[in-house]
Structure formats: structure tokens, C-alpha cells
């Protein structure tokens, strides 16, 4: 099973700022990993596949890059309805043991 | 885009089983591997089980295997999770989602449900 790990567990950002994640694989995924928000309540929404494409909807403030077993999401300025957890899943496995992140929230500072 | 509807979900006691089931609103589900997500209260999202298109290939999460099972009728569009021997640390939202990967072009698709909660509880 491939384990992901995202840092850090919790950011205090301010409205504007721009802020980073990172997801680290404990194998190479290549560049099959995806990046959800999830709010409380709601199913996760799915942001970025490919590590890097933007899935349909999504605004250009949020992009992804990297590939192999580091990868990063940035919100370029944080929007007070980008406060939520997001999650990193790696699609790379077969049989597709499609594993996730534990998560990083951002909270409003 | 397909729309899922999971069911099933309440309270049961431990050693107890549940059916969890999901409906999809269009016969595309045929095409589709699904999946099935948990979240524990106030925790992240956990991987459970998936199962390909035309139920040839299973697999599950070291958490529940041997406990619970993936199923799916293709004809009535709807996938199944079976859970026998249920624990307390098995409460969780269970998200049923079908998630796509494409070659050409490359792309990844991810539809999910709105979750059905259970809770394993004497």
C-alpha cells in the first residue's frame, strides 16, 4: 500500500495570503495524484488531477505541481471560501488501493 | 456527470452487519470502477474498497478485510458494501465514489456521493 503524507497538519493563513501544501508518496505515484476540498458536511471535491490539471470549474488561483513522490498545491490568494481541508490521493496503484492523505486544514488567522 | 445516492447507514452493535447501498442516476455505471471512502468523526478520508467495472477485480483496505465485501448490479446501476463484524472504529461517513482514469486524453474523473453515516455503538 502506498502511504501519503501531507504537511503541515494545520495552517493559520490570512484572506489574500498565498499559501503551499505539500504530499509526499512513499513510492513513486508518477504523476497520477489528485488534490480535494473537502468543507464540513460536504463530500470532498476534487481540485487538481494529474498533479498538476485543473478539473472542470476550478479557479486559476489554484494550481499543482511536482511528480514521482513530492508533490504541492498552491492557492495563489486565499478567498475566505478556500478555508477548508484539503487532501491529496494518489491513483497510481493497481489494484487501485487509491489511498489519501490525512489532510491539511486551513483555518483563518 | 453521474449522481450517487448512498442508503443503508444507522446504528447497529458491535459484531453487527449493515448493507450499504449506492444508487447511480444513469446507466453509465456499468463503465465505471467504484469505490468506497470512510471518514471517521473528525478524521480524514480513508480508503475502504473498490471494485472494476464488471466485478472481476475486488479489493479492500487492510481495515476491513475478511469483514466486508463490495458488490454491484450493474442492471439496477447500484453498488453495494456488506459489513459484517462490525467495530466502534468502523463508525464513519461512507462515501461510495466512481473514479475514472483515462489514457487518452489523460484524465482522472472523480464523482461522489453525499455519504450515509454509520455508527457502531452498544
Known amino acids: ?109 | 456527470q453521474v449522481q450517487l445516492v448512498e442508503s443503508g447507514g444507522g446504528v447497529v452493535q458491535p459484531g453487527g452487519s449493515l448493507r450499504l447501498s449506492c444508487a447511480a442516476s444513469e446507466s453509465t455505471f456499468s463503465n465505471y470502477g467504484m469505490h468506497w471512502v470512510r471518514q471517521a468523526p473528525g478524521k480524514g478520508l480513508e480508503w475502504v474498497a473498490f471494485i472494476r467495472y464488471n466485478g472481476d477485480t475486488k479489493c479492500y483496505a487492510d481495515s476491513v478485510k475478511g469483514r466486508f465485501t463490495v458488490s454491484r448490479d450493474n442492471s439496477k446501476s447500484t453498488l453495494y458494501l456488506q459489513m459484517n463484524s462490525l467495530r466502534p472504529e468502523d463508525t464513519a461517513v461512507y462515501y461510495c465514489a466512481a473514479m475514472v482514469v483515462s489514457a487518452t486524453p489523460p484524465q482522472f474523473r472523480s464523482f461522489w456521493g453525499q455519504g450515509s453515516l454509520v455508527t457502531v455503538s452498544s
Open chain 1, 1 to 109: 500500500e502506498i502511504v501519503m503524507t501531507q504537511s503541515p497538519v494545520t495552517l493559520s493563513v490570512s484572506p489574500g495570503e498565498r499559501v503551499t501544501l505539500s504530499c509526499r508518496a512513499s513510492q513513486s505515484v508518477s504523476g497520477n495524484l489528485a488534490w480535494y476540498q473537502q468543507k464540513p458536511g460536504q463530500a470532498p471535491r476534487l481540485l487538481i488531477y494529474g498533479a498538476s490539471t485543473r478539473a472542470t470549474g476550478i479557479p486559476a488561483r489554484f494550481s499543482g505541481s511536482g511528480s514521482g513522490t513530492e508533490f504541492t498545491l498552491t492557492i495563489s490568494s486565499l478567498q475566505s471560501e478556500d478555508f477548508a481541508v484539503y487532501y491529496c490521493q494518489q491513483y497510481n496503484s493497481w489494484p487501485p488501493m487509491f489511498t489519501f492523505g490525512q489532510g491539511t486544514k486551513l483555518e483563518i488567522k
